[in-house]
């Protein structure tokens, strides 16, 4: 299996150590260079060419949102995972406009930190447990189904509400399927069918849906 070759942007020079040599002792993940701010990272990205990029989002010069959008918008087929200490409902909502494919605390644990990048690679979010708990328990309340516009009520069905609910936590579909007592070809399924509903074609942009029209929140 080829490596997937690995950013790290942020500006504390301990953090950047630490975080590379655990990176380094992950299995088929190679790390290509770090970064101490956006404007870096920005430099660094045309002649390293990673996969995936661990963004801060506090640092000098230029923050971790503003240089996710410069990236995202030369370079959309990179990963960019913000990795931060902010548990901030409105930056993972600024993360998600600006291009980035997860959101990470980070307090996350190794086996947390490589599920994300399996994620990422795969196109798929991918958010810290802690966050994807504040979501779901949205989910829970007893408050959900007056958070729904009323036109994606109608439109989905109970099941397909369920799994768009676990998508936007940030949930695999092999998660889904085994949470749900089904097949990965019948969540794959409902998953298209809410797309095509929706008129929505990819994962990220389902969550930003599903966090802007209020079917999501922190």
Excluded at 12 to 21: C, D, E, I, V, Y
Excluded at 110 to 120: G, V
């Amino acid at each position: 299996m080829q490596n997937t070759k690995v950013l790290i942007v942020d500006d504390h020079n301990l953090f950047r150590k630490g975080l590379r040599k655990l990176l380094e002792n992950m299995e088929n993940v190679a790390v290509v260079g770090e970064a101490q701010n956006g404007v870096e990272a920005i430099k660094q990205v045309s002649n390293l060419a990673p996969d995936v990029i661990l963004m801060d989002i506090a640092m000098p010069e230029m923050n971790g949102l503003e240089a996710t959008s410069e990236i995202h918008r030369s370079f959309p087929n990179i990963a960019i995972i913000l990795l931060t200490m902010y548990d901030n409902e409105e930056y993972l909502k600024q993360a998600l406009q600006y291009g980035a494919i997860g959101y990470l605390l980070k307090d996350i644990s190794t086996n947390e930190l490589f599920l994300a990048l399996q994620a990422a690679i795969k196109g798929e979010p991918h958010f810290s447990p802690a966050i994807s708990r504040k979501i779901i328990n949205r989910f829970t309340d007893g408050r959900s189904a007056s958070l729904l516009p009323q036109s994606l009520y109608t439109n989905l069905s109970t099941r397909e509400i369920e799994i768009l609910r676990l998508l936007t936590a940030g949930k695999s579909n092999k998660i889904i399927a085994d949470r749900l007592c089904i097949s990965i070809k019948t969540v794959e399924k409902h998953r298209n069918n809410i797309m095509q509903k929706l008129d929505i074609h990819n994962i990220v942009d389902l969550v930003k849906y599903a966090l802007k029209n209020g079917l999501a929140h922190l």
